[in-house]
């Protein structure tokens, strides 16, 4: 899933339609962007400003967007806006004397860092949950008799939801299952991170995988490379995983 927003991604940095869409999709975003903006504004004496009382509001704005509507994406889209809003940050920065925008920014630098620590922990409580369900999956498979690691096939993923209005206002009763419906889709239904995650989480003790088997798929490795890697493993289980990477997770 992952890989394929990354590869559906490459042109978004020049297209300005979809990269509003991306800050409608995580609002907490065009927060963190206005407020990065706000003191070169004031500093550049520039006609639109934003006064004291409206980056109070713009901050409780944004710190609920952070909470209630940060995802695994949020991060990563975050990469399509964020050049256009610095490089327009810095040159008002510029524009503005330095030790006026220095004053100015304390303000809006300190909402800033609210807003994106708030959405660090709303993060971080999405990944301790996804932890705990990916843990009650690889108990039993865990406690099989197996040589580590022992290598599971599980059944296709369920698509992660699409984003209604419900997930971007308040994500935590979007879905009868918070942490089935949305956290594990989210973040367990990548076809190719999902084995390579249980691995490490199981201290090398289990895998559960989907088989890469879409027409066009990305695979992680080339298998050449796995070869090598086959040829002076670090231990037995190093390279039991391996084969399996041979085996369905390379490409010749």
């Known amino acids: 899933m992952l890989a394929g927003q990354h590869a ?10 979809w990269i509003l869409g991306t800050l409608s ?43 209630n509507g940060t995802n695994i994406l949020m991060w990563i889209f975050a990469r399509q806006s964020a050049p256009y809003a610095l490089a327009v940050a810095l040159c008002l920065a510029l524009a503005s004397p330095a030790s006026h925008w220095l004053t100015l920014a304390r303000g809006p630098l300190m909402i800033f860092a609210a807003v994106v620590m708030t959405a660090a922990v709303s993060y971080a409580i999405d990944l301790s949950l996804f932890g705990r369900a990916a843990d009650a999956r690889l108990a039993p498979v865990i406690a099989e008799a197996a040589p580590p690691p022992n290598v599971v096939a ?15 206002y308040f994500k935590w009763t979007a879905a009868a299952d918070y942490v089935r419906d949305i956290v594990f889709p989210d973040y367990g239904g990548g076809r ?28 992680p490795f080339e298998c050449a490379a796995v070869d090598r890697a086959l040829n002076d493993p670090h231990d037995a ?3 039991r995983m391996l084969r399996f990477i041979r085996g369905r997770y390379c490409a010749r």
């Open 8 to 17: 559906g991604g490459k042109y978004n940095y020049v297209d300005p339609l």
């Open 25 to 67: 999709f995580f609002p907490a975003l065009a927060v963190l962007w206005l407020l990065l903006l706000a003191p070169g504004l004031e500093g550049a004496a520039l006609r639109w400003r934003l006064p004291m009382p409206a980056l109070l509001v713009l901050g409780a704005i944004g710190l609920w967007f952070a909470f």
């Open 154 to 168: 599980i059944d296709q993923p369920v698509e992660s939801m699409q984003r209604v209005p419900a997930m971007v």
């Open 192 to 219: 190719m991170t999902f084995a390579f995650y249980t691995f490490f989480r199981s201290n090398r003790r289990a895998v559960l995988y989907r088989s890469l088997d879409r027409p066009g798929e990305w695979v």
């Open 237 to 239: 289980i190093d390279a």
